[in-house]
């Protein structure tokens, strides 16, 4: 799995690499996902995004700094999972911040 995070474009670009496996769930994917970015040294947390009280149907994951500094969250969650797009090579996500001193 290879993660590009472009802050000026606000956007998060995940690649499926040949060795990986197949993801067949949003929440295994924003794990993975959280999983790699935590071995580059950020300090995030996955979560659904309903139970830090945003407006969005349950069952939608997102992960987000624990200093709330940014966020990563799939977009298009209401149309498409994000996991299915991986799953062809590429998925592009959300990603902004509350805080920019906390990037």
Not at 52 to 62: K, N, P, T
Not at 63 to 84: M, S, T, V
Not at 92 to 97: P, Q, V
Request: hydrophobic share 35%; aromatic share 14%; charged share 35%.
């Amino acid at each position: 799995m290879l993660i590009q995070l472009n802050f000026q474009e606000n956007v998060a670009i995940v690649r499926k690499e040949d060795k990986d496996k197949k993801i067949y769930q949003d929440s295994e994917l924003f794990h993975k996902i959280k999983r790699k970015l935590q071995e580059l040294g950020f300090d995030c947390i996955k979560k659904e995004i309903v139970k830090d009280g945003h407006l969005v149907s349950e069952g939608e994951y997102y992960l987000r700094d624990r200093r709330w500094g940014w966020w990563i969250f799939n977009p298009n969650y209401e149309i498409r999972a994000a996991y299915q797009d991986y799953n062809e090579g590429k998925v592009t996500l959300r990603l902004g911040w509350w805080r920019r001193d906390k990037l």
